[in-house]
Nanobody
């Protein structure tokens, strides 16, 4: 069983930055950030292999967001720069303990955080 606790959301002006954190309680193979705006499907933002640190980003955030992990603290981060109003969403941390897959299919992640709201105003 893995518990995930997120923090770091808030409101920021367009062009600003925020950093999200997700503290994990146990072993993970792959971790990811997803987001969901009202009336829309949950979409993958970025994912990382917790062992190698290899990361992958959705096209919509590439070059602006950075996913990283501090294994000593068992904590996942999402540094968000050059934020846009369209980045406004509830952001969720997710984790998988099953080896072999590290994509951004919501159905492949068993463990989820409670979500943290990010609001970007123009």
């Amino acid at each position: 069983q893995v518990q995930l606790v997120e923090s770091g959301g808030g409101s920021v002006q367009a062009g600003g930055s925020l950093r999200l954190s997700c503290a994990a309680s146990g072993y993970t193979y792959c971790m990811a950030w997803f987001r969901q705006a009202p009336g829309k499907e949950r979409e993958g933002v970025a994912r990382i292999y917790t062992g190698s640190g290899s990361a992958y980003y959705a096209d919509s955030v590439k070059g602006r967001f950075t996913i990283s992990r501090d294994n000593a603290k068992n904590t996942l981060y999402l540094q968000m720069n050059s934020l846009k109003p369209e980045d406004t969403s509830m952001y969720y941390c997710a984790a998988s303990t099953v080896g072999g897959y590290c994509g951004m299919d919501v159905n492949r992640f068993r463990y989820w955080g409670q979500g943290t709201q990010v609001t970007v105003f123009s």
